[in-house]
């Protein structure tokens, strides 16, 4: 698929005492919802505080919009004001009051539009703009104060949104919302918006995910949009008696005392023709897992 950038990361390198993060080449598709998934550790916080401008000291370069540098992302305000960003944790003053919260983004972001930013928080079940404005910060719940940091980006006029783990602390159904949230401001954006998040809760994300990049111990283990994905690996199941024929085929295999099951890639089915297979399609998740786990530095989980 041809298709153009929002953001494009080549030759970063990022070391802490015991941690790299080394992505040669990545290019994150323009109007599209990209998931970064990945184990504990993995690198994702890392690359997308990188992105965001959070964390500054890197090597290599990345580029937004298909023609901004970093340091136009520092300087130019055009850059600044088009990016959203979401954390894992509230970065509003605990102290502040709704109203408070309210003001400071009115007065930090040009594009801030108070009026949406209220119906948000009211579609998110937090908040009744005329009864809640003095109730502070500290008193929301981990969920709630997630919401109040997605109704303030969901309520600016960017063309990128960057989130970290949003769906982590969110129930069920505001998941569900958050999806809906997600799709509604792609659409809006017909082709110029784009969406960056982490995940772990790939179940719940996989119908918002059109991109996947599944990091593994600082590295890119696999990316792609998720139908082609889907096509490039096939999820196999068979009986015991042909595990050790079937294995050396697989990409990724579990086993039990029943059978075994896991990806293939599809490239190699033929090589296991005349077996008693069941081929499927993955889901986002078995495909997920099993890259990470294909590429797990952690032996107790192979
Ligand atoms: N400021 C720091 N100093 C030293 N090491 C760090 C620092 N920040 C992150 N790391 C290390 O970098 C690695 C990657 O961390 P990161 O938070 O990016 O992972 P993650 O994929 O987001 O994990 P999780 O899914 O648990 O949130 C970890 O080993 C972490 O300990």
Redesign the pocket.
């Known amino acids: 698929m041809n298709t153009n950038t929002v953001v494009s990361c080549k030759n970063i390198e990022k070391r802490?005492?015991?941690?790299e993060?080394k992505v040669d080449s990545l290019d994150f598709p323009k109007g599209f919802a990209t998931a970064?998934i990945?184990?504990?550790?993995?690198?994702?916080?890392?690359?997308?505080?990188l992105i965001a401008g959070l964390?500054l000291e890197h090597e290599g370069d990345i580029s937004y919009f298909d023609k901004y540098t970093e340091s136009d992302r520092e300087t130019d305000p055009t850059v600044k004001n088009n990016i959203g960003y979401t954390g894992?944790s509230n970065y509003f003053v605990p102290n502040w009051s709704l109203k408070q919260v309210k003001e400071a983004q009115d007065m930090l972001f040009d594009d801030f539009d108070g009026n949406k930013y209220d119906q948000i928080l009211n579609e998110l079940a937090i908040s009744d703009p005329s009864k809640d404005k003095n109730k502070k910060v500290s008193s929301l719940s981990d969920g709630n104060k997630i919401k109040l940091m997605l109704a303030g980006v969901f309520a600016r006029e960017t063309n990128l949104l960057l989130m970290?783990?949003p769906a982590s602390p969110l129930d069920p159904l505001m998941r569900d919302k958050l999806c809906s949230m997600i799709r509604e401001y792609l659409e809006a954006g017909e082709g110029e918006k784009s969406v960056i998040f982490?995940t772990?809760n790939i179940a719940d994300m996989e119908n918002v995910t059109d991109y996947a990049v599944i990091?593994e111990n600082?590295s890119i283990a696999e990316q792609g949009f998720v139908e082609e994905l889907k096509e490039k690996y096939t999820y196999v199941k068979g009986d015991k008696a042909d595990e050790e024929t079937a294995k050396p085929f697989f990409y990724d295999m579990t086993s039990s005392s029943f059978g075994f099951e896991g990806l293939c890639l599809s490239e190699n089915l033929d090589k296991l023709a005349g077996l008693d297979l069941i081929t499927e399609t993955p889901t986002l998740s078995q495909l997920a897992v099993g890259i990470m786990r294909a590429n797990t530095k952690l032996t107790a989980i192979k």
């Open positions: 802490y005492k015991n941690f993060l970064l990945g184990e504990n550790g993995a690198g994702k916080t890392t690359l997308l505080e964390r894992t970290d783990e982490s772990h990091v600082g």
